[in-house]
């Protein structure tokens, strides 16, 4: 089946048709790095993960390309209270976000791309600007002028009038219009800075993006993603910036955006101090929680984030792993219901990720599977077949536990517990379950041998 995506651009769900072949570039905004990334970074991280996976599942051979953003007023103002460089700053927050992505099972990503180390590509595009008479020269910096691009507010549906008649006014009179957006600033007394025509500064936020996309992937690509809270201004001015250079539109040909994770109905935001970190939560949950927390809801759907919501997810993902753990010992009569069974969830799980992602009803997918084998009689080789089906399956979602990765050492401990028992040793077997159980594992027996779980 054709993948549909729903287009912020056109507000429409769409064919997912790339721009040539199977070929898709893809981008999505990446964090600007002066803290921590939140709960609410994840979300947006872990869904476009599934995503790209799902995309290369079908079959797209898909380029990833994430920005950072290295250099930003938040930086140089986090930089100067902490008493250090940002460049020292943005260095050690951006090995904090990949392991962060790393810990999340994020690894879809084939470049970062770091805003600074494209400032000779960025200032050729805002040359290119002014020598086309869309941009302006002021005291402080260089604006891009919005009412000389007509369709500006074409992404967040907004008619530029609005736009002019919302912007804030600011104290700075050079600018013509208020919403007129900046792309090079000049620098400020111990601001960090960068040669340019315009004298010493440095970039403008969303030129940063368009700068280093069109470096890597030209003037047009097929998928631009990112939080619903940069719709406006960011990708909006990015539109205009890239189309303006180049006169080819559109410049992204979809753009797919994720709704807030938010806290007691309030969007987390590191600037309203509501932010709860990911460690802070790795160090309670499993990373596979919070992936499978995140594949439950639709990427266009708010989620509130609280403990039992957490609990919750939880208890959700312990019943699949657990249904893993059975298939995995099955021993029983091969059925040839099975084979139909994978077809059909195979079948729903595509229908619904085809349908813009549809993640929720794509799990609900595996729970009816799981009801319908549970209720068969099930043997060696149809559990081998339901294994691999679910290891596909987790390509994509990456939350599933299966037997083999519980770590050599724990299934050390629980094979000398087998034999301190066989030698009718009980005190060593009870040392060793305690000894597993330390290590954050519970060790049971069956009429099959041992099962190991994560506790
Ligand atoms: P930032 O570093 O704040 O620019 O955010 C990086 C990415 O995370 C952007 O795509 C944001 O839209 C997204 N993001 C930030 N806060 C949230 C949130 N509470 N829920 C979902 N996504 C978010």
Redesign the pocket.
Known sequence: MALKVFNTLTRKIEKFVPLKGKKVKMF??????YDY?????A???VQFDIIAKYLRYKGFDVFYLQNI?DIDDKIIKRANENNETSKKLAARFEEEYYEDMKSLGVDSIDKYARATDYIPQIIKQIKTLLEKGYAYETKDGVYFEIDKFSEYGKLSHQPLDQIQAGARVTINEEKKNPADFSLWKKQKPGEPFWDSPWGKGRPGWHIEDTAITETEFGPNYDLH??????IFPHHESEIAQMEAISGNKPFVKYWL???????RKE????SLGN?LTIRDMLSKWDKKTFRFFFASTHYRT??DFSDENIEQAKKGLDRINEFIRKVLVANGKDNKKVKELIEKTKETFEKHMDNDFEMPQAVAAIYDFIRDVNKLEIGKKDGEKIIKFMRELDVVLGFMTFEEEIPDEILALAEQRVQARNEKDWVKSDKLRAKIKEKGFYVDDTTDGFIVKKL
């Open positions: 999505v905004c990446g964090p600007t790095i990334s939140h709960v609410g970074h979300k947006t991280y953003t993603g990112g939080g619903i809270d940069l955006h994720t709704a807030f994770l938010n806290i969007k987390m935001a590191k932010f708010a989620i």
